[in-house]
């Protein structure tokens, strides 16, 4: 919950923050869950007995991301900018690069499942990440709405509500 003391446009500049880094989270996530895929289909190709793909992976990219995997998310998409240097994109090249993604047709079944496994876990972080940051802007939502409401409406289209305490 935002602090007592936190002026009206604090807080909203505090959500727009966040709402920022969760777009990040969220995109890196979607990096993972496509690497994840790819991964998946290698797996069920070796499982049926295919001989090895004679295209590269990138050229399988729009075949295995083609199919279909259910909603996504009902939330409209924003433009989302990531630094290539943000953490938890170097975190997932990092990832990626000690398990030999780019080669994983090359790979033992033993090593594939080794990346799966590092895949999943990476989203499910993501996955967690963003589930706590929800949480947050949610409660800062919250609070926006609360003083906006306190103050007869008066806070909602010029950031300080009457009364706001300043921080």
């Not at 880094?21 to 289909?41: K, N, P, T």
């Amino acid at each position: 919950m935002a602090e007592d003391n936190q002026t009206l446009a604090g807080i909203r500049a505090e959500r727009t923050a966040l709402q920022r880094e969760e777009d990040i989270v969220s995109f890196v996530r979607r990096l993972a869950q496509g690497r994840l895929d790819l991964v998946s289909d290698e797996e069920r190709r070796r499982a049926s007995g295919a001989d090895a793909p004679v295209v590269p992976l990138a050229d399988r990219l729009a075949e295995v991301f083609g199919q279909q995997h259910g909603g996504g998310s009902a939330r409209p998409p924003r433009e989302t900018e990531v630094p290539t240097d943000h953490p938890l994109l170097q975190q997932l090249d990092e990832l990626c690069d000690s398990h030999g993604f780019e080669n994983m047709d090359t790979l033992d079944d033993r090593s594939i499942s080794a990346l799966s496994d590092a895949l999943g876990m990476f989203e499910r972080e993501c996955s967690r990440q963003r589930h706590e940051m929800f949480e947050r802007i949610d409660a800062l939502t919250a609070e926006v709405v609360r003083r906006v409401r306190e103050a007869g409406g008066a806070g909602a289209v010029v950031g300080d509500a009457p009364g706001d305490k300043k921080s």
